[in-house]
């Protein structure tokens, strides 16, 4: 009760000096003190403030509610004078100037009775009390403090560059590359929370305040791939949850350079002709520009003036005419792919170990810098016989015992006085050699031919020799021939 002895004068006085009243109420009137704690309105809707009108007994009544607002106690924002009236109903209301003209209302029917606002102003955040003077009981007061919502008024993207980028597509962006987008967003009471999206998704809610009241939401994207194209990235402030206020929101398209996927040739790989031309396809997809394609023989790149590369969808196609020769079964054959605009990074090296496309690894790298893949075609060149017949003479005193010998070389006479004549039967020429009757001929046949099967034989003078029954010694050499030429 001692409380009561203090009244109403006294903390009126000390209430101008008190700027916390709630916890001044709460130290020094708990019981004539009530809470409705925080309410939230949208600046520009419509909010009630509640205060209890509960009579302390029955035959108590109401002589006059004053609304006050922050740290001004003596000024009340809203009066109701119930004095001179029987009921509450029709006592006088006054509003201050704040509330001109008719922004507020109190309605004393509701339960819990409320100070109705509408429309909030951003000067309406505040505390506030309404205090109810009894007849009999003593003076209560109900507090409410009143957060006025200030959606946020613009929101930005972007790139690690500073260019801002707005509902728009951003990059093209290298694949592998990593990729930092900044959402901010200045204004709005409180500091809306900013959120990152993907395609309806959200994938990162952290958000970073600033002093002077910025926030900002930075999103990476690391090692941008194929998945990622067309991918649409939306940032979205909002302070304030409710149907009727949508979230402002801006966004970007992420636009990718994208690495060729796969490199196929074409053509069937068949056994190919020395000689005869050969139309050979070779197509490659996934590169976004359309990919170049280069066409290596053994290491060394074909120019060909007949490639057609065309880019339908995300395909690249391209053509071109080889003509094998006989030296070329076992070549390698390549088709080679890669992006134009991508230029080999350091980043995407080091990384190209970790398995994104099994085919495009740091090796892979050709002389302008690029990473490529390509298909490669073993050739298997097939080709008519290539002959050389070589004769040679010899001292037949020294080695009378190999004259019919035709097995191995191990066996061949050695001569010290040799012709070498070697005749190219695959372009005949005639060549004259003076011999000595008895004289022991070597006469050796180099034979180059795919596949290696061959049938042998000698003619003299459009008669076939029969091997067996001459003097000459007769080798036959297969497929040796790169080494006489
Ligand atoms: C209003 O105050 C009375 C007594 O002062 C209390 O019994 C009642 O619960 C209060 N009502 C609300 C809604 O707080
Ligand atoms: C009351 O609040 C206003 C602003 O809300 C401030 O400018 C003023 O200094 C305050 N007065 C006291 C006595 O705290
Ligand atoms: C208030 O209303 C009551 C009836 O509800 C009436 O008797 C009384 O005269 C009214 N007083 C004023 C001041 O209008
Ligand atoms: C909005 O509501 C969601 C869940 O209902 C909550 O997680 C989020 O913090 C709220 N945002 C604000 C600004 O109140
Ligand atoms: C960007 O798009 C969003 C919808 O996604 C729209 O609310 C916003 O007004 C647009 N911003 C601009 C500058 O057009
Ligand atoms: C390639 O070979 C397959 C069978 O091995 C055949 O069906 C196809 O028609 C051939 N394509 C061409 C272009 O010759
Ligand atoms: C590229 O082509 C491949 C194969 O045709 C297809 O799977 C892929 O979706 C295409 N990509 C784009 C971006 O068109
Ligand atoms: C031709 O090349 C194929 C494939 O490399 C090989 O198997 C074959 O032995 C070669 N033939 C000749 C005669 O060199
Ligand atoms: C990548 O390859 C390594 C072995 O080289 C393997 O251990 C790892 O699981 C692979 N990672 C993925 C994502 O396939
Ligand atoms: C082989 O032909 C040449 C000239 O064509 C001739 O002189 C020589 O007698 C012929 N030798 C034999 C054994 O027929």
């Known amino acids: 009760m001692f409380y009561v002895i203090l009244s109403v004068q006294f903390f009126s006085i000390l209430l101008i000096y008190i700027v916390d009243l709630h916890s001044f109420f709460k130290f020094f009137f708990p019981f004539y003190f009530l809470v409705y704690g925080e309410i939230k309105s949208l600046i ?8 209890n009108l509960t009579l302390p007994s029955s035959d108590d009544a109401i002589q006059l509610i004053f609304w006050h607002r922050g740290n001004n106690t003596r000024v009340p924002i809203y009066t109701v004078d119930g004095r001179a009236s029987q009921t509450l109903s029709n006592a006088t209301h006054f509003l201050s100037d704040i509330f001109q003209p008719n922004r507020a209302i109190f309605n004393l029917q509701s339960n ?12 309406d955040h505040n505390d506030y009390r309404c205090r109810v003077d009894f007849r009999w009981g003593r003076t209560i007061n109900s507090f409410v403090t009143l957060h006025v919502i200030v959606p946020p008024k613009k929101i930005t993207i972007r790139d690690q ?30 500091p809306p929370t900013l959120q990152w999206y993907k395609n309806g998704v959200m994938i990162d809610g952290s958000y970073i305040v600033s002093d002077n009241g910025l926030v900002s939401n930075e999103l990476i994207i690391y090692k941008i791939s194929t998945h990622d194209l067309y991918d649409k990235y939306v940032c979205q402030a909002g302070n304030y949850n409710s149907s009727s206020t949508i979230p402002i929101e801006a966004y970007v398209i992420l636009d990718i350079n994208l690495l060729p996927i796969d490199v196929q040739i074409l053509t069937n790989r068949t056994k190919l002709l020395a000689g005869r031309k050969i139309d050979i396809n070779c197509q490659t997809y996934g590169s976004k520009p359309a990919a170049i394609i280069k066409w290596f023989h053994n290491d060394k790149q074909l120019i060909t ?11 690249t196609f391209s053509s071109i005419t080889f003509k094998p020769t006989v030296y070329d079964n076992g070549s390698l054959l390549k088709c080679r792919a890669y992006n134009p605009r991508i230029q080999l990074n350091k980043k995407f090296s080091t990384t190209t170990t970790t398995n994104t496309t099994a085919t495009i690894t740091a090796e892979n790298i050709d002389d302008e810098n690029r990473n490529y893949i390509e298909s490669i075609w073993r050739l298997e060149v097939l080709y008519s016989p290539q002959v050389i017949l070589r004769i040679r003479k010899f001292n037949n005193n020294n080695n009378n015992n190999d004259q019919h010998s035709m097995s191995s070389s191990s066996t061949l006479p050695t001569s010290t006085t040799t012709t070498i004549m070697p005749l190219s039967i695959s372009s005949p020429t005639t060549t004259m050699m003076v011999i000595n009757e008895q004289t022991t001929l070597l006469i050796e046949c180099f034979i180059n031919a795919n596949p290696s099967l061959v049938d042998v034989q000698i003619l003299h003078n459009s008669t076939i020799i029969q091997l067996n029954k001459q003097l000459a010694v007769f080798v036959v050499v297969v497929n040796v021939i790169e080494s006489l030429l």
């Open 44 to 51: 520009g809707g419509r909010v009630e403030l509640p205060c």
């Open 112 to 123: 819990p009775s409320k100070l109705i606002i509408d429309p909030v102003f951003e000067t």
């Open 161 to 190: 560059n500073g260019n801002y980028i707005e509902n728009s597509t951003i990059g093209p962006y290298d694949q592998n590359t990593d990729v930092i987008l900044t959402c901010e967003s200045n204004g709005g009471i409180p």
């Open 305 to 315: 003036p007949n490639s057609i590369e065309s880019y339908e969808s995300n395909k």
